[in-house]
């Protein structure tokens, strides 16, 4: 019994290390604190974790509108076309803000143009939705399509 806490416990606080480091870097993404990120990143953070309320620090630079954050953490291997936990993907936030630069850096990344959010459609049904005729016009002419159900 003693030996399988002790394995227990040590499994518990790697994964509550992440989940911190992860955190301390969704916070320096939303407040598009670039030197923060990058030490973080410089220390081993992995870009695609997800922090204590779900949320991944790509997710929270591109609702901050924070482009220079984003560009850190696609250099850093952020992954364009994760969905933090309600569903989203970095796309489709940058579309709903009307973010036309990050929405650049993040197709160019390799974003998935066609992805949908549950019940929301694509990024480019939220672009037109939103009112960006800017937004679903790059994301046409970079061959986003609709879901058909909008």
Do not use: C, Y
């Amino acid at each position: 019994m003693f030996a399988v806490l002790l394995i227990v416990g040590a499994v518990a606080q790697p994964q509550q290390d992440a989940t911190s480091a992860a955190t301390a870097l969704s916070k320096a993404a939303r407040e598009g604190d670039t030197a923060r990120l990058k030490s973080l990143l410089d220390s081993f953070v992995n870009p695609n974790w997800t922090d204590a309320n779900g949320s991944l620090a790509l997710i929270e630079a591109v609702a901050a509108g924070h482009a220079g954050a984003v560009r850190v953490l696609l250099k850093a291997g952020a992954d364009p076309n994760l969905r933090w936990s309600g569903g989203r993907t970095p796309l489709i936030e940058a579309a709903i803000g009307g973010r036309v630069e990050i929405a650049r850096l993040l197709i160019a990344a390799g974003a998935d143009l066609n992805i949908g959010e549950r019940g929301a459609g694509t990024a480019l049904e939220a672009a037109e939705r939103e009112g960006h005729p800017e937004m679903a016009a790059l994301l046409r002419s970079s061959g986003a399509r609709t879901s058909g159900r909008s």
